[in-house]
């Protein structure tokens, strides 16, 4: 049984900052790739972050471009997301997914069909 448990949601003021977390454990989990999903209120989940995780690289959303950080954790299948200079349009449901089968270089980490497991999401909410 994989579990994938996000924490660090809350509000915050315009221009401010939160860092989320996310953990991914279980006896079988093999992390291949960490990303960050976001569902604005009304709106379909879209990609915001990711992180193949050995090689250690990343991709971003262009709205998260130059303000979001995805960032491996010390502790094992941890991972993070530093996000600054926010905005209202930031408020949304983030989810932690992560892909524990084996998969090539690092085509498709936007796409929410390549991750097997998800969070059950936080919530951030930024006023304006």
């Known amino acids: 049984q994989v579990q994938v448990v996000e924490t660090g949601g809350g509000l915050v003021q315009a221009g401010g900052s939160l860092r989320l977390s996310c953990t991914a454990s279980?006896?079988?989990?093999?992390?291949?790739?960490m990303a960050w999903f976001r569902q604005p209120p009304g709106k379909e989940r879209e990609f915001a972050a990711a992180?193949?995780?050995?090689?250690?690289?990343?991709s971003y959303a262009d709205s998260a471009k130059g303000r979001f950080t995805i960032s491996r954790g010390d502790a094992t299948n941890t991972m993070y997301l530093q996000m600054n200079s926010l905005k209202p349009e930031d408020t949304a449901v983030y989810f932690c997914?992560?892909?524990?089968?084996?998969?090539?270089?690092?085509?498709?980490?936007?796409?929410?069909?390549?991750?097997?497991?998800w969070g059950q999401g936080t919530q951030v909410t930024v006023s304006s």
């Open positions: 997914a992560a892909r524990s089968s084996p998969m090539a270089g690092v085509a498709g980490l936007s796409n929410p069909g390549l991750y097997e497991y």
């Open positions: 279980g006896r079988t989990f093999s992390n291949y790739a």
């Open positions: 992180i193949r995780w050995t090689y250690g690289f990343t």
